[in-house]
Every structure is written in C-alpha cells, then in structure tokens.
C-alpha cells in the first residue's frame, strides 16, 4: 500500500524519458520493482513510491502536492507554468536539478517543398501543436499573426493531413520531421529533462531523504561530465 509517509516521484510511463527516469533511479540506489502496467512501483529499500503518468500530467501532480518530485522535461513544465499562469492558479515548483538526459529543442517545421522561409510567412497561417501556450507567446513576441491548433499527438501528419499549414514540435534526433517531409525553422526552446519539487513540501522525513539523494545524483551527474 502507498501512503502519505513515503515520498512520492512522478515519472513518465512510456516515452522518451522513461529509461533514463528509471536508470537515474536505479543510480540513485532506489529499488523498485517496476512490473509493466503499474501505476505506483513501491521501492523495496527505501520509503519512495514513483508512480508512473503521462509527462503532461508529472508538473500538476507536483504542484498540487499530489506528488513530492517530479521527472519531466522542461517543455513540459514550461507549457503547463503558462497554462496555469493564465488560469491564476498554483504553477510554482521548485527546481532541485537539471539532468543530463531528455535534450530536445521545440522547433517551427514546414512541408519541405515550400523551401526555406522566413517568420512573415507564417502570418495568417494555421500551426499545429501540443505547446499552445508557448507558440502563442513566442509569436506574441514575434508579432506574428498566426492561430494555434491544439494536438496531443501525431502532429507530425498535421500539414499533409490539411489540418494545419506548419506545425511546433519537440525535435530530438530530426528523424520524425524527415520522415514527414518536414523542414525545421527556429528554435523556440531548448528542453532537457530537470528533477522538481513540490515548494510547499514540509516533511521533515522526506526532505531528509531528498538531502541524502541530491549528493548521490550530483556524483551521478559529475561522473558522467
Ligand atoms: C517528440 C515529438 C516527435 C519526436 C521527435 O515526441 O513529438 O514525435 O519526439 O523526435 P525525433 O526528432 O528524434 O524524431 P515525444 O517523444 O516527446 O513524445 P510525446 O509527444 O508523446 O510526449
Ligand atoms: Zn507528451
Ligand atoms: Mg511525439
């Protein structure tokens, strides 16, 4: 059983962090038994529970204190910072560290036979995207006129299916944007996977045990460099 005694880490279920989330963990000296399809993974050896979500919800469950540590990309935390901001309510984490794995970059991308374009191209045009509330603000400040349209996947097929003239997608490697026969333009984030906290978290247990794991995941980090 999970209780409100054992610190609780949000990670995400399947997707690109997902292995790193779980070797960071296992390099921490945490162990779990993951067993495919379980929501909370119980640590046999230290009180740590880490459930396991979709990204989009890791910083919400961190803000609302549902969870005390999170594992999410920082495009990730920033699109939801800004959804909340703009609603008025809590968006506020604390960030304990950045890690070394998850590096992408949010990037504009059009269909390819259009050749290279500037920004003024993108006036009046339809972008697809699963960060609204960043591409609005970037071209806020752009001063590009532009409308948003929101997708949670596949926005990679948006163009060719008509749904949109250009897409705002996390770009790793590149193979999904030329697999869709998709140009990249600029850069409007560069991400990386950080480690957060709820800011309220008072547990004196608990903060005790995240002071025991922040030296382990500095020498972590340090090992790697
Ligand atoms: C991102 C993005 C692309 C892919 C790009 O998805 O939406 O699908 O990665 O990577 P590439 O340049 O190496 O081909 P992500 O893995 O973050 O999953 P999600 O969109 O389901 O959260
Ligand atoms: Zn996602
Ligand atoms: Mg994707």
């Known amino acids: 059983m999970s209780n409100n005694n ?18 960071l963990l ?17 640590s046999t050896n230290m009180p740590i529970d880490v459930l396991r979500v979709r990204d989009d919800d890791i910083p919400g ?36 560290s950045k890690l070394d794995f998850g590096y992408c ?12 374009q500037d920004k003024s191209w993108f006036e009046g045009k339809r972008i697809a995207t699963t960060y609204p509330e960043i591409l609005t603000q ?6 590009i ?16 299916a008509g749904l949109a003239d ?3 997608d996390l770009v790793s490697t590149g193979a999904t944007l030329e697999a869709n026969g998709l140009m990249q333009g600029d850069t409007i984030l560069e991400s990386n996977a950080c480690l957060i906290q709820n800011k309220d978290l008072q547990d004196a247990n608990k903060l005790a045990l ?8 500095r020498g972590v980090r340090q090992a790697k460099e």
């Open 61 to 96: 469950l961190v803000m609302d204190g549902v969870c005390d540590l999170g594992i999410v990309g920082e495009n990730v935390l920033v699109e939801v910072q800004a959804e909340r901001q703009r609603q008025g309510v809590q968006s506020e984490v604390t960030k304990l």
């Open 26 to 42: 296992k390099q921490l000296g945490v162990k779990l038994n993951l067993r495919e399809q379980r929501l909370i993974a119980h």
């Open 6 to 23: 054992r610190l609780r880490i949000a990670i995400q279920k399947g997707g690109r962090l997902s292995k790193d989330c779980q070797d």
């Open 145 to 160: 006129n532009a409308s948003t349209v929101m997708l949670t996947g596949s926005v990679e097929v948006a163009p060719r």
């Open 138 to 143: 970037y071209l806020k400040r752009e001063g």
């Open 166 to 168: 250009a897409i705002c």
């Open 105 to 116: 970059r949010l990037a504009l991308a059009w269909p390819q036979e259009l050749g290279k």
């Open 210 to 217: 995240i002071n025991k794991l922040m030296p382990r995941l």
